[in-house]
């Protein structure tokens, strides 16, 4: 260390304290490195109903995988002579439906097809937003002036109105629905990437990363992209769940997926014509539907409290 | 505030454009010919080129659109394909019911939600404040079509607290008005009050940890006053945005209630519209819906500036 | 259990409301293009012919009527002192008016009924005659509907029509907001009181089948149309219910020109195939009748005598498809309207259990025609056909090479003829009696593949009397009678 | 007579890792019309000190096991929310660091003035507009009629803090307290800030706490000063004697710390970092940063000795060492 | 010395938007600020908040466009260049920001953040990179076992650390600290001055230390400039500028800073302005410091003062220099003994 030779001496007070060293933290005083992923699990894990959410999850994609196996009868064979049998009548666990299909079979069955709806809706949503709300609100200008407008004319109609038109348009099925269902999440989608991107790109480390000479493209892969990750994973989730409730409801209304193909909002919307002669017709699958939409949402809360920012404090 | 409003009014004219040039483009999307369709069961070749000719499906997409969009903004949406009436007419006649539908779902939102989301923010992390946030995510969660059977079966028809369907208009009778929309208000505000609650107990959150209500406990007000006055103002805003797009899901939701609840509104307008393939109704419910979102965001817009004096200013 | 009897009063202030799925695509019925329509037609206009229950056509405006000149003329009696609601008198000139309009309006979905016109005469201040190019029997059946419905000529030209429509019948319009709901009231100068025993009625448009009955329980409506699954329903709650089969019937329709379905064996196959009683007590819960030939049990073009040669036999059905070369059997769409895909649901896996294997698609109902028979997509449609007035119309359309839903056009040529013999057969017994035969003829040419007619329900509160069921599928509420005013 | 008499106190916080000590043992006391400055890094438990003189600590995880607050002889500590709440801003006020977000953005100046007025006295709402722009007056800002019905955005930052200043006396508190009151403030403005404050002081024979950072702040407005280290007092002196001659090696080295008129190249730092909560090293809790530290400061935690009613240190070796200060 | 960074004439502006009719209105952040840095020179540029000390530290970076003026670099005029060119040229100037939260990227480990200007300039990946990365580690005084944590691992002190070590990662030639010290503990901060002073002597780069601390400049800088309202209203040696203030304003700012012995700050005589530092969107006449000057004479409110030597070195803007009692070039000092003399109420 130079010393302030070529400056007014010092004083002795001065002298003492800067003589003084105490180790500085070191390394190895941080403890073992944790990446964010680490940090994240470690966080995650204290959120119960978030795991809960998660497990519930990986269990019903476990399920929808291996649903004909695990059926105990084929979803689709029907006993027009058992109809509307109980839960627990005649061996059949969770009853038979209108048709006298196995319920539990069909209920396993119908999962595939509202998960495959949900992550269809999100691929739809995430291809249109992410990218162009992304580079969009980055680089700024009159394209992505345009893209805000266009966003905000579909944001514009209320999502299940546009997606009914839509589907009257493009006809039922679960392609057409489900793309629907993607093109109304898409611009919420590419707002909450925009807004995001916004705010990260305020951030001084943006700016720093600006004045190295730090290229455009680079900025966006390497420092904004990372950092809006975890609002966007928080509101794939949301996505999802209202995926689930719209795949639904438009089954609901008969726009969805087309028989013998079941989904849980199929099922309710082709059960609620028994609702009285037999309620678990209508009850299996809501209860299904609002499980799956309530794990979706308790998991993104999880996330979203786990990714939450950096408290700032030093440690 | 003036400026305010002209100067949203004017933004919303390019998105007024693009809005109809959406709707517009929906036709472009439909596969089928709904010429066959409006000339009936039993139409010949001929006829259906007739009907092609009348409903002027032969002319150029330009020519359509011009036609559609300069009649619409005159409040002109065209015929319906299928009974031959104006749809600004059937629309107009739909109009009050979807409108106090949605009313009634958003006060019933706001009632349920302000005192939900005070008790769970003051007793942040005890049993009441679980209880509100599974509450709330239990209600995000439930599909409210599902909801509505439950209740129309169990409130409507077994104890018969209120009525099951139908829709008497407010001048007629307030009391059955109100009687015939409280179940489907219900239905169709729970997931928004849920999402308000929300919303509203993380914003009162957050409003609790400002200095400003330091400051206002500072001045030795009461507990409720510094709640009622100091935190629910500031905590409004973001609630109002999400009321505000909000309102354009609650007007979706519409399609699903007033089919259970027979409530000659939009949203059963839309459904009857679209099995029947009348595409002017169809795009004249789809523009009406949303610039009624468009005046509702308007309004929310305007509501900052009565939350935020610094959004007046501007 | 085909009608709802008692006497009630129908004093003033008694109402009778219904609760039905779809409203009228418009209220002038010369325009109107649906036969769902009728049910809020008929109040509001009269028609010159009237059916029964059963379908029979019994006098309506017009007393009575008769073909002359070998069948090329008809000659109809028409009811004297019969006024419009708006006031103008009913007689020959507006009759001929009436016909004139139906044939020749721009935009009318009636004039391909009535080719065989040529023109209207009136031969007296009651009496109109038509000449026809060619004998045509089923005129009759034609005039008992949509065809036969006379509007006040001072309201031809009103564009309000749709909306306000003037007609003779029991009922004048007070309101109507379009597939929300009729509101009508008893029309003072009715011919018939005995049709008019309550002073208003409505007609309460309701889609969804759920939310009828809840209306129906919840006494918002007096009586609804109901679904099969519904009825045991209702009895639960003591409503009571009115039901019967009607022209309707749900059939596998083939288009006979694509997939395998040229094949006669093939077609047999799939009759074979169909379990019929097992979709009536499943998807129908008993309410309905296997449906064998094109016509119900009942109805005077059904054939009594005529053994259903298609009982339920999948080994058979497997060995037809065998014989046809195709014992691994085949795939092919067919197109399904979404409102009630349930037989479509019942029929796919039975045909499976053959190894036909039935891809659905679903259309929205009004499109399904439309694809169907318009465009000819599709290699099968899964619906109900919903029955005409006359059955020369269910035949010609569906048998012959020109039938708008013949998609494709096929035939056999003795058939054709056939039709067109009982088309001019103007005596009841001989054409009935060719009917029969035709019946024979598309049983064992396995033209269609009809599975059942479904039994129409209609649910009604207590008060209410002399609900029936209409073999016509179109409801009439004639003398419906309705104790007190509901609730 | 002191009218603000701190002693013993504790506060304790829940944190993910149990009931964590932030405040251990501290006491002073503030005299009518003088000024006491509480000095120490951040998170040395200054603010949680100050509002627990105003029982705004958060009522569920915070707690009060020890000490006792006696403002001009009335014991605060346990006494129910509800008569504190009288007291608050009648009888004891506070002022905070962000004059930015201290205001409610959402209410015009006036009105939140008049707010504190009409909850204290009682008078009509037009007396308390009235008694608001008197204030607003007082504390030097001008058009003070028309600027009450200003919002606080329309205020600069020493606006804000003027009004703050303006609500916290405008019911003439016997004690008033300062938490970072110009840390946020330009120095221009910090020099207004720091007149008004002495001459609201002098006017109104108000005792005041004023915490800062800043040495050459305290320097300007405190009459004594009372360093804290880690959630504990370590030094209390009159403020000449604590910059000639401090206390406590931990005030000497945040006094060597003081950037000096015409000072030396090299800056004297405080060496290591400041203990969290929780985690605080046995004996003294400065030992490991201090260059006087023997064996036996890290034995046993050394008590908060007085030499006399103003003078104390909480150093074994005060005795020993000759501490200098730059004054 | 020559200088190496020159910057002539810089004005910045942002564009406003209010109101629908009153558009194009602009606030002039920076406006005609020229200074020079020699080699090896560390230049203190002080103000008060909203002065235009970041804005004029962006636009020497070109983050923000400047409206006009030049930078020149080694007689490379930045202002001119584009594209790849600027960004090449970026390597030669560099900035550490103040808040040393959120200037590191928090989902990039030590080693990325710090390698990122060795990654871009140098294309240096890997190994290699990270061998340099520890070297920076070493130099900024923390540990090169550093290399794979996340910032938020950090104390504030040892981000603004490895913020500086990216910094120099590449050798820049000038390294603008905007507030680099404001956000920390005084020690800390000095730990931080300590460290910048030692690298300067080392490495011979210089420095444009942005801070609103007067005392803080003082301790590291040689000259000192001072702004109000986008101009620069002082420059010159520090050692004058401390001792011998030109302009009223300097004056006012130093008497304003408490000195931190009681006995001394109780006896001083200061200076405190009234009123607030005016609205930078609608700025005041002739010399922008005018409404607040305790000297100020009519010709300061309609003319802007051009920049005039002072004794000791350095320039003013300040009509006491030229007209009125003509200091020139003197310190405004001179003026307030005079003053008491005479009348003791300058003061508060
Ligand atoms: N609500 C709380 N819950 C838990 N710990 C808290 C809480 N408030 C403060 N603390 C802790 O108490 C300690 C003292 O905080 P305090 O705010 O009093 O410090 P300070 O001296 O005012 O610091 P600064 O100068 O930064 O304002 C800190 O370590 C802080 O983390
Ligand atoms: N991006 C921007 N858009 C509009 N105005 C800006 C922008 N950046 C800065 N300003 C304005 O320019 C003026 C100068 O700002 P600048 O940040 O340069 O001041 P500063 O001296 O750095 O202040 P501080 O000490 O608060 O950091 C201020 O009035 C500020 O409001
Ligand atoms: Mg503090
Ligand atoms: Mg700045």
Same mark, same amino acid.
């Given at each position: ?116 709806? @949900? ?33 905000? @004319? ?162 | ?176 008005? %109100? ?89 059963? %307008? ?8 009348? %595409? ?35 | ?16 409301? #219904? ?19 009728? =049910? ?49 008198? #009913? ?10 309009? +139906? ?111 809840? =209306? ?8 609804? &149309? ?43 196959? &799939? ?72 037989? +479509? ?88 009696? &060719? ?25 009604? +509160? ?26 | ?327 | ?170 050798? !820049? ?109 609608? !700025? ?20 802007? !003062? ?18 009125? !009692? ?23």
């Amino acid at each position: 260390m130079s010393t302030g030779e070529g400056g007014t001496e010092l004083t002795d007070t001065t002298q003492r304290w800067t003589r003084h060293v105490v180790a500085e933290t070191t390394a190895d005083d941080l403890g073992p490195p944790q990446s964010p992923r680490q940090r994240f699990w470690r966080r995650f894990r204290r959120q119960r109903p978030a795991v809960l959410a998660l497990l519930f999850l990986l269990l019903l994609t476990a399920i929808a995988a291996f649903a004909p196996l695990l059926a105990p009868a084929d979803p689709d064979d029907q006993n027009l002579r058992n109809v509307l049998a109980a839960p627990g009548a005649d061996g059949y666990l969770l009853g038979t439906d209108q048709f006298g299909r196995d319920m539990l079979s069909r209920m396993l069955v119908a999962s595939r097809i509202s998960l495959l709806a @949900a992550v269809e809706a999100v691929g739809v949503a995430v291809v249109l937003g992410v990218p162009l709300g992304l580079v969009g609100a980055y680089l700024g200008g009159r394209f992505d002036r345009w893209v805000v407008r266009l966003a905000d @004319a579909f944001m514009s109609f209320p999502p299940l109105i546009l997606a009914v038109a839509i589907v009257a348009a493009r006809g039922p099925g679960l392609t057409n629905a489900m793309f629907a269902v993607g093109l109304v999440t898409a611009p919420r989608l590419l707002r909450l990437v925009r807004s995001s991107v916004l705010s990260v790109r305020e951030e001084t480390y943006i700016e720093a990363a600006r004045s190295i000479g730090t290229p455009a493209g680079r900025i966006i892969r390497r420092h904004v992209l990372p950092n809006v990750l975890s609002p966007l994973l928080v509101q794939l989730s949301l996505v999802a769940a209202f995926a689930m409730l719209a795949e639904a409801t438009l089954s609901f209304l008969g726009l969805g997926v087309v028989p013998p193909q079941a989904s849980w909002g199929s099922m309710l919307q082709e059960g609620a014509r028994f609702v009285s002669l037999a309620p678990h017709l209508v009850v299996l699958p809501g209860v299904a539907i609002a499980l799956t939409v309530l794990a979706f949402n308790v998991l993104g809360d999880g996330l979203r409290d786990s990714l939450g920012r950096e408290i700032r404090s030093g440690r | 505030m003036l400026q305010l409003v002209v100067r949203r009014l004017a933004a919303m004219v390019p998105l007024l454009f693009l809005v109809s040039l959406i709707v517009f483009g929906l036709v472009l999307l439909v596969p089928g010919d709904p010429a066959i369709t409006i000339a009936g069961e039993n139409a010949t070749q001929a006829q259906i080129e007739a009907t092609r000719e009348r409903l002027g499906l032969n002319d150029s997409l330009l020519e359509q659109y011009w036609r559609w969009a300069s009649h619409a903004v005159q409040g002109d949406l065209g015929t319906s394909m299928f009974s031959n009436r104006s749809v600004s007419g059937a629309i107009a006649e739909r109009f009050p019911a979807t409108v106090s539908l949605t009313a009634v779902a958003i006060v019933m939102a706001l009632l349920i939600s302000v005192p939900a989301a005070v008790a769970a923010a003051t007793s942040r992390g005890r049993w009441l404040d679980r209880f509100a946030t599974v509450g709330t995510s239990v209600g995000v969660a439930m599909p409210n079509f599902w909801l509505g059977l439950l209740l129309a079966t169990a409130l409507a028809l077994n104890l018969r607290l209120l009525p099951a369907t139908g829709y008497v208009p407010l001048d007629d009778d307030p009391v059955a008005w %109100l009687a015939h929309l409280l179940l489907p208000g219900f239905t169709l505000g729970l997931a928004a009050a849920a999402e308000l609650t929300r919303q509203l107990r993380s914003s009162l959150i957050d409003v609790f940890d400002q200095d400003y209500l330091r400051t206002a406990r500072a001045k030795g007000l009461r507990t409720t006053s510094v709640i009622a006055k100091h935190a629910l103002k500031n905590a409004a805003t973001p609630v109002v945005t999400v009321l505000g797009m909000r309102i354009s899901v609650l007007l979706g939701g519409t399609v699903v209630v007033e089919q259970i609840f027979g409530i000659p509104g939009l949203g059963q %307008l839309a459904i009857t519209a679209v099995l029947q393939r009348d %595409l002017p109704m169809v795009q004249g419910v789809v523009v009406v819906t949303a610039v009624m979102v468009m005046l509702a965001n308007l309004a929310v817009d305007l509501s900052y500036g009565y939350l935020n004096p610094k959004v007046r200013a501007q | 259990n085909t009608e709802a009897t008692g006497s009630a009063s129908g004093g003033a202030g008694s109402t009778f409301r #219904f609760a039905y799925s779809v409203g009228p695509s418009r209220y002038d019925p010369h325009r109107a293009s649906s036969s769902f329509d009728n =049910a809020s037609l008929f109040p509001v206009y009269d028609r010159l012919v009237h059916l029964t229950t059963a379908a029979e056509p019994v006098p309506g405006l017009a007393t009575g009527w008769q073909y002359t000149d070998g069948g090329k003329r008809l000659v109809f009696e028409l009811r004297p002192g019969v006024r419009f609601h708006d006031g103008t008198p #009913f007689d020959a000139a507006a009759a001929k008016a009436n016909l004139d309009r +139906a044939r020749t309006l721009q935009g009318s979905t009636v004039a391909s009924e009535l080719k065989a016109v040529e023109r209207v005469d009136v031969l007296g201040p009651m009496t109109v005659s038509l000449a026809l190019t060619a004998p045509d029997s089923s005129l009759i059946g034609v005039f008992s509907d949509r065809a036969g419905m006379m509007v006040s000529p001072a309201a031809f030209d009103d564009p309000q029509l749709d909306l306000r429509p003037v007609g003779a019948g029991p009922y004048q319009i007070v309101s109507y907001s379009p597939n929300d709901r009729v509101v009508l009231r008893r029309f003072p100068g009715y011919w018939d009181p005995a049709a008019q025993r309550v002073e208003t009625m409505a007609i309460v448009i309701q889609p969804d089948t759920t939310t009828r009955m809840n =209306a129906l329980r919840a006494g918002e409506v007096d009586a609804a &149309l109901l679904a099969g699954n519904q009825v045991a329903e209702a009895r639960q709650y003591d409503l009571g219910v009115v039901g019967d089969v009607t022209l309707a019937f749900y059939h596998l329709q083939l288009n006979r020109t694509r997939a395998e379905f040229g094949d006669i064996r093939v077609r047999r196959a &799939l009759n074979h195939a169909i379990d019929r009683d097992a979709i009536i007590h499943g998807v129908l819960f008993g309410n309905g009748k296997p449906a064998a030939q094109p016509f119900p049990p009942g109805y005077y073009a059904h054939d009594p005598d005529l053994p259903d040669p298609y009982s339920y036999d999948p080994p058979k059905a497997r060995q037809l498809l065998a014989e046809a070369g195709l014992a691994g059997g085949f795939e092919f769409e067919a197109i399904v309207p979404n409102t009630d895909p349930g037989t +479509a649901v019942a029929v796919q896996e039975q045909l499976a259990d053959i190894g036909v294997r039935m891809k659905i698609r679903e259309v929205s109902s009004g499109e399904a025609a439309d694809l169907f028979y318009g465009r000819q997509q599709g290699d099968a449609m899964v619906a109900p056909w919903g029955g005409r007035a006359d059955p020369i119309q269910t035949l010609g359309l569906l048998y012959t090479s020109k039938g708008f839903s013949n998609p494709g056009g096929h035939t056999a040529p003795e058939l054709e003829q056939l039709i067109g013999q009982a088309r001019r057969t103007i005596d009841p017994a001989a054409r009935t009696e &060719l009917l029969h035969q035709i019946d024979r003829m598309v049983l064992d040419q396995a033209l269609d593949v009809p599975v059942v007619f479904a039994d129409t329900n209609y649910g009604h +509160a207590a008060r209410v009397t002399d609900l029936r069921s209409w073999l016509s599928n179109k409801p009439e509420f004639r003398g419906v009678g309705a104790a007190g005013t509901g609730r | 007579m002191s009218v603000l008499q701190v002693s013993d106190l504790d506060v304790r916080f829940a944190t993910d890792r149990g009931w964590v000590t932030v405040v251990e043992g501290v006491s002073f006391a503030v005299e009518a019309g003088s000024t006491l400055g509480l000095v120490g890094e951040s998170g040395s438990g200054k603010t949680v000190t100050s509002l627990a003189m105003l029982g705004l600590l958060p009522p569920r995880t915070s707690r009060v096991p020890r000490g006792s607050i006696r403002l001009d002889g009335t014991e605060l500590v346990g006494m129910p929310q509800k008569r504190l709440a009288d007291i608050r801003g009648n009888d004891i006020a506070m002022i905070f660091q962000e004059p930015m977000s201290s205001l409610n953005p959402a209410f015009t100046i006036g009105d939140q003035i008049a707010e504190t007025v009409r909850r204290h006295r009682k008078v009509s709402r037009k007396a308390a507009m009235e008694r608001a722009v008197a204030a607003l007056d007082q504390v030097g800002i001008p058009n003070a009629a028309s600027r009450a019905r200003s919002y606080p955005h329309e205020f600069s930052g020493g606006m804000r803090q003027r009004a703050m200043i303006a609500m916290a006396i405008c019911c003439e508190p016997k004690v008033l307290v300062a938490d970072e009151p110009t840390t946020a403030l330009d120095v221009t403005i910090q020099a207004q800030m720091l007149d008004l404050l002495r001459q609201m002081r002098d006017e109104l024979g108000m005792g005041m706490v004023f915490i800062t950072h800043d040495l050459g702040v305290v320097a300007d407005i405190c009459d004594r000063v009372v360093v804290m280290y880690a959630g504990q007092v370590v030094a209390a002196d009159d403020v000449d004697h604590l910059f000639s001659h401090p206390p406590h090696p931990y005030a000497e080295g945040l006094l060597a710390a003081m950037p000096q008129v015409g000072g030396a190249e090299w800056l004297a730092t405080i060496p290591g970092q400041a203990p969290t909560p929780g985690a605080v090293p046995d004996g003294c809790r400065f030992h490991p940063r201090c260059p006087y530290a023997a064996d036996r400061c890290a034995a046993g935690a050394p008590e908060l000795r007085l030499f006399d009613r103003h003078r104390a240190t909480r150093c074994v070796r005060s005795d020993e060492l000759l501490l200098r200060g730059p004054a | 010395m020559t200088a190496l960074l020159e910057v002539e004439d810089l004005s910045v502006s942002f564009p406003l938007q209010r109101g629908l009719f009153r558009r194009g209105a602009r606030l002039r952040a920076v406006d005609g600020v020229s200074f020079e840095v020699a080699a090896g020179e560390i230049l203190g540029l002080v103000g008060e908040s909203g002065s235009g000390k970041s804005t004029t530290g962006r636009a020497l970076m070109r983050l923000v466009e400047p409206d006009s003026g030049a930078v020149r670099l080694r007689g490379t005029e930045l202002t001119a260049l584009g594209g790849r060119e600027l960004r090449r040229h970026r390597r030669h100037i560099q900035m550490v920001f103040q808040d040393p939260y959120s200037s590191l990227d928090p989902s990039m480990v030590v080693a990325e953040s710090v390698g990122e200007p060795l990654e871009v300039h140098e294309g240096l990946r890997g190994k290699v990179r990270d061998e340099r990365v520890r070297d920076l580690l070493v130099r900024v005084g923390l540990s090169p076992r550093h290399l794979e944590r996340y910032p938020y691992e950090f104390s504030g002190g040892q981000r603004q650390r490895l913020a500086i070590a990216r910094a120099l990662a590449v050798d !820049p030639d000038v390294v603008i600290c905007d507030e680099a010290v404001s956000a920390l503990d005084v020690s800390t901060q000095n730990q931080i001055i300590n460290l910048l002073e030692e690298l300067r002597a080392e490495l011979g780069t210089s420095y444009l230390f942005i801070s609103h601390d007067l005392s803080v400049v003082r301790q590291l800088a040689q000259r000192v400039a001072v702004m109000y309202l986008g101009r620069l209203v002082e420059e010159g040696p520090s050692q004058r500028l401390y001792a011998h203030p030109a302009h009223p304003y300097t004056e006012a700012l130093l008497s304003a800073v408490p000195v931190p012995n009681p006995g001394v700050q109780r006896r001083r005589e200061r200076i405190v302005l009234p009123g607030d530092p005016p609205d930078p969107t609608d !700025p005041p006449g002739g010399c922008t410091f005018h409404p607040r000057c305790p000297y100020a004479m009519d010709v300061c409110r309609s003319v802007v !003062p051009e920049p005039t030597p002072v004794d000791g070195g350095g320039t003013v803007r300040c009509h006491l220099h030229t007209s009125g !009692p003509v200091l020139a070039g003197g310190s405004v000092l001179e003026l307030r003994a005079a003053e008491s003399g005479a009348a003791t109420d300058t003061g508060s």
